[in-house]
């Protein structure tokens, strides 16, 4: 099967996401191309398939572009697969070219139901979008919901695919980069996208109570800041935690990313609300056990008690216990990381590759 991968974006979680199963999805048998951003961030990692930097909005490329359309003419796909959610507009105007050059099915991953930057012109947007696909793969039940009541997606469209290891490919491509960590350190990680529905401010507001039961323990917050990182920094100050909490507030390189995983003993996710997350699957083939809160898919993925812990939101007394009880009981950190490790074996990119192709056969022409 031809199979054109489309993801705007060329960095950061989708573009991961579409990496690895573009890569499963060759191995499977099948001839994949993928247009993807200017500045690609996974040009240089091993690749199955074939790919075009084409996208660049804000230096548009018209000789890339004619690429593009060629490329759609000859390739001739037989799916037309979209990937993320940052730009419905961008995404509504790609389905309008695409259709005049191509008369292959439509799919779509969309990974967030809204992007980061959503109001009443993007529901608008994403409710004429979503009307271009034959079928959309959602990564939570809870996605499922959503997509239904606010966009009026008919359920017989839906499937649901987890999110598998995002890092799978780093394996053995790289040496991981390890911070410089004091050693007897326990460390706890909170990684992604800096932005206000993380729920950063419980995770530093529950420190105080961490460190005074777990004084070795030291936070790390790492990922690119979407909000005025300037509050949490207060707050380190104010609650004298600078010893405590390292705040890295950027977009990290993957040698930097596999050393963050590789030295963390837990992975906190402390979410007001959101979608989903790449980093529980990420945590889990690390074999980390992660403490996340009652929101989002996070139940789709992680089974409490046995592959992970799950607390109410905006809880930090709540979060500090059972952060403490974690620390303390190391037999405790590998049962969960043990169980985890095997949740994963029915999350692999291959069993998703699987499914995605079953999809691609049932709506193929």
Not at 149 to 156: A, T
Not at 202 to 220: C, K
Not at 224 to 231: A, M, R, S, Y
């Amino acid at each position: 099967m031809k199979i054109l991968l489309i993801s705007p974006a060329g960095k950061a979680g989708t573009i991961q996401y579409t990496h690895n199963l573009a890569n499963t999805l060759v191995q499977k048998g099948n001839n994949v191309f993928l247009a993807t951003a200017v500045g690609f961030e996974l040009k240089h990692f091993h690749k199955d398939y074939l790919f075009l930097e084409v996208f660049d909005r804000f230096h548009p490329h018209p000789l890339k572009l004619c690429r593009f359309f060629y490329l759609l003419i000859t390739f001739k796909p037989d799916i037309v697969h979209f990937q993320g959610a940052q730009h419905p507009a961008v995404y509504l105007f790609l389905c309008s070219l695409i259709r005049i050059f191509s008369k292959a099915p439509f799919v779509y991953t969309p990974q967030d139901v809204l992007p980061n930057n959503n109001g009443k012109l993007h529901v608008h947007i994403f409710r004429q979008l979503y009307k271009q696909f034959d079928h959309i793969f959602l990564n939570t039940k809870n996605n499922q919901k959503d997509i239904i009541e606010f966009f009026q997606v008919p359920s017989n469209k839906i499937s649901i695919l987890s999110i598998p290891d995002l890092l799978a490919f780093l394996k053995n491509e790289l040496i991981p980069k390890t911070p410089d960590i004091p050693k007897g350190k326990s460390v706890l990680l909170c990684f992604g996208l800096i932005e206000a529905r993380k729920g950063i401010h419980t995770l530093i507001q529950a420190m105080p109570e961490i460190v005074s039961q777990r004084p070795e323990t030291l936070l790390y917050i790492v990922g690119k800041p979407l909000e005025d990182i300037q509050p949490y920094k207060d707050s380190i100050s104010k609650l004298q935690l600078k010893n405590h909490v390292r705040l890295i507030p950027k977009y990290v390189s993957f040698d930097e990313m596999a050393g963050f995983f590789n030295c963390a003993d837990i992975v906190v996710l402390p979410y007001y609300s959101g979608w989903n997350s790449g980093v529980i699957s990420t945590a889990f083939n690390f074999k980390i056990p992660v403490i996340a809160t009652d929101v989002a898919g996070f139940k789709d993925v992680i089974e409490a008690g046995k592959t992970g812990i799950i607390i109410p939101p905006k809880d930090a007394k709540k979060l500090a216990k059972e952060t403490i009880n974690l620390l303390r009981d190391k037999q405790l950190q590998k049962r969960l990381a043990s169980h985890a490790v095997a949740s994963m074996k029915y999350n692999s990119w291959g069993n998703i590759a699987d499914k995605t192709i079953e999809i691609y056969n049932k709506i193929k022409k």
